[in-house]
């Protein structure tokens, strides 16, 4: 079993629509969570922390639930350019540990 | 503000062969990570160097080797390539205080 498991699509959604990515992580010592974005070739690129509390950055809204140890990625009003891999991370102290993406499509 | 880079872009190599790898962190960053992503797949850790020295370290044989510079600047080196070694090579930085890491845009290296 993976470490950090994530459904890996591809989703593929209208524009405008909402979608949501869920992802699991087996280590209960992870610390800090994050979601990265990672367009074709290219570098991933931080999209945004993830705190227990729940957080929210414009049209992006992420969730942490350490009880059940999986972290939520809701990305609303979608856009074309939101078309990417989403990879989310879960970081201890010995180790960081990414998913091997979900992937988004949005279609026009 | 430089952001992080890498050299080369791209490597083609043989089996057997070594290969170093470079990164020149974020400025105001001290910390310097290194995953091998390949096709398809997630960044997978390789490990971190801090203060010079190896901090964390993932799941890759000691042919994997790094080095930190006092400028914070980092090498990867693998040696006895494999094929399996082909893919991206990424680094990434971030301050001691921080766990938000910044990638560089990677290395790609083929192994024939």
């Known amino acids: 079993r993976k470490e950090v498991e994530q459904d890996p699509g591809p989703f593929n959604v209208p524009e405008g629509a909402t979608v949501a990515f869920n992802c699991t992580y087996s280590?209960?010592?992870?610390?800090?969570f994050f979601w990265y974005r990672q367009d074709c070739r290219k570098e991933p690129k931080l999209l945004m922390s993830?705190?227990?509390s729940g957080n929210e950055d414009g049209r992006f809204t992420a969730q942490l639930n350490r009880a059940s140890q999986y972290i939520s990625l809701l990305i609303r009003d979608s856009k074309l350019s939101d078309s990417a891999t989403y990879l989310c991370?879960?970081?201890?102290?010995?180790?960081?540990?990414f998913g091997s993406g979900t992937r988004l499509s949005i279609r026009p | 503000d430089a952001g992080v880079t890498q050299s080369p872009t791209h490597l083609i190599k043989t089996r057997g062969q070594q290969v170093t790898l470079r990164c020149s962190p974020k400025?105001?960053?001290?910390?310097v990570s290194w995953y091998q992503q390949a096709l398809g797949q997630g960044p997978q850790f390789i490990f971190q160097?801090?203060?010079?020295?190896?901090?964390q370290r993932g799941n890759f044989p000691d042919r994997f080797s790094g080095h930190q510079f006092p400028n914070y600047s980092s090498e990867l080196n693998v040696n006895a390539l494999l094929l399996g070694d082909s893919a991206l090579y990424l680094c990434a930085s971030s301050g001691l205080l921080a766990d938000t890491q910044y990638f560089g845009p990677g290395t790609r290296l083929t192994v024939l």
């Open positions: 991370v879960a970081s201890s102290a010995s180790k960081i540990i």
């Open positions: 400025s105001g960053h001290d910390t």
């Open positions: 993830v705190y227990s």
């Open positions: 160097y801090y203060e010079e020295e190896e901090r």
């Open positions: 280590n209960s010592a992870s610390q800090s």
